[in-house]
């Protein structure tokens, strides 16, 4: 996971590669980077880093709108709530495991987890009051 201090690279650039390599020949060449080597129309004073154009893209921008931008994307989304579900099946892990230590009548009676806590909390009590005498 990216911090806020770091590039978001995984963003859709505004322009594609060869415009941006290419930009410098006025408008020329529309075709690939390929033609434009084998034609010599035009020939690119540098190559271009493929997250070079996304940086400058992103270089105005605030922190808050760039941790806005990095989290529109797909990949973003998919990771969050991959890490979302591992942790409500963790949380849900829990309360079965602190369900199976309550005494209840019946004992697989189906309870709702404000009623676990709940009881939970009076089992606890009860359990300082014996422990008490």
């Known amino acids: 996971m990216l911090n806020s201090d770091q590039t978001e690279l995984d963003l859709p650039p505004t322009h594609s590669e060869s415009e941006s390599v290419f930009s410098d020949c006025g408008g020329v060449h529309t075709g690939s980077m390929e033609d434009a080597g084998a034609v010599g129309l035009c020939a690119p004073s540098r190559m271009a880093e493929p997250g070079e154009a996304v940086k400058k893209d992103l270089q105005h921008l605030s922190r ?37 230590l309550l005494p209840t009548l019946p004992p697989d009676k189906k309870l709702s987890k404000i009623e676990i806590l709940r009881l939970a909390i009076c089992y606890i009590s009860y359990l300082n009051h014996v422990l008490d005498v």
Do not use: C, G, S
């Not at 994307?73 to 369900?99: Q, S």
């Open 64 to 100: 808050e709108e760039r941790r806005r931008r990095r989290r529109a994307t797909a990949k973003y989304r998919t990771a969050h709530a991959t890490r979302e579900r591992i942790r409500v099946e963790a949380f849900n892990m829990a309360f079965a495991e602190l369900r199976k």
